[in-house]
């Protein structure tokens, strides 16, 4: 992945990060890809609630990259809104990428580094670098047959797991863009955020559903959702119990006169029979 020195962009200069902030610009024409932000796992609310309040209590410390020249965010998406929101001033690092795929790559890199990340997010980026690795080298005719598993090994390495795991990776995030494509990339942010909490079986058949198929999945998922729970019922009183209590606490007299009353014998014995079968 090439690498760039970066640079911090101040009211139109070229400096280092300041310790404070108060001269920087507030806005700079920064823009947003739907592409790249559909990627993105988003912050939880009280994540961003807290994020909010660091920002209008300190500033914003830390510098939105960009891609240089094209002037595409690449990271910094929430602290961007809470600025603008607030008309506050941020810096700005730029890194020179030579195409879109390099700029994918960064973005996944970078989310990779990320520690509160969900296991399936984690799945799908390694995924997607994989098929952007093979996708790389099958466009090119320099190449022996060898060189995609050698990168893809190497790339396996790099992550910790086994070239199958990262095969199935690439599964994950081929079948999870395919649902994407007809629900949106709000529905792709929602499993990697385990608001949907879907399983690899799950996305792959939800995957080779059609499109209607796939949005009456969705909105039935919805409203599973929105249903409340329902509460559980409260115990019931075990009278078999209850009367075995009784009969123990029981002087003679009061045994005597429980048996002379009228279909007690009828009673007990369906007790006895319900006691038995909940014991199955």
């Not at 559909?38 to 939880?44: D, I, M, T």
Request: net charge positive; hydrophobic share 40%.
């Amino acid at each position: 992945m090439p690498t760039a020195e970066p640079n911090v962009q101040t009211a139109g200069r070229t400096s280092r990060i300041p310790d404070t902030l108060e001269k920087l610009n507030v806005d700079p024409g920064i823009v947003i890809d739907p592409d790249l932000a559909g990627l993105l796992v988003p912050h939880a609310p009280h994540e961003l609630a807290l994020l909010e309040t660091s920002i209008l209590a300190d500033g914003c410390r830390d510098p939105l990259t960009v891609w240089k020249n094209q002037r595409i965010l690449l990271d910094g998406h929430a602290r961007l809104a809470i600025c603008r929101r607030h008309a506050l001033p941020f810096a700005v690092t730029e890194i020179d990428l030579p195409d879109r795929d390099a700029a994918v790559t960064w973005v996944l890199t970078r989310q990779l580094s990320r520690r509160n990340l969900r296991p399936i997010a984690v799945a799908y980026y390694r995924g997607v670098l994989h098929r952007l690795t093979v996708a790389q080298l099958g466009t090119r005719v320099d190449l022996d047959p060898g060189q995609t598993d050698r990168s893809a090994a190497a790339l396996a390495r790099e992550f910790g797991v086994d070239a199958r795991t990262l095969r199935r990776d690439a599964r994950l995030a081929a079948d999870l863009d395919v649902v994407a494509e007809s629900l949106g990339d709000g529905f792709r942010r929602s499993v990697l955020s385990g608001v949907a909490k879907l399983t690899r079986v799950e996305i792959a058949a939800l995957a080779a559903m059609t499109a209607v198929e796939q949005k009456r999945f969705a909105c039935t998922a919805g409203r599973r959702r929105r249903t409340k729970p329902t509460p559980p019922k409260p115990p019931t009183l075990d009278i078999a119990a209850r009367l075995a209590d009784l009969w123990r606490l029981a002087g003679r007299d009061e045994r005597s006169k429980f048996l002379e009353l009228v279909g007690i014998d009828n009673v007990l014995n369906e007790l006895t029979v319900a006691t038995k079968r909940r014991a199955r």
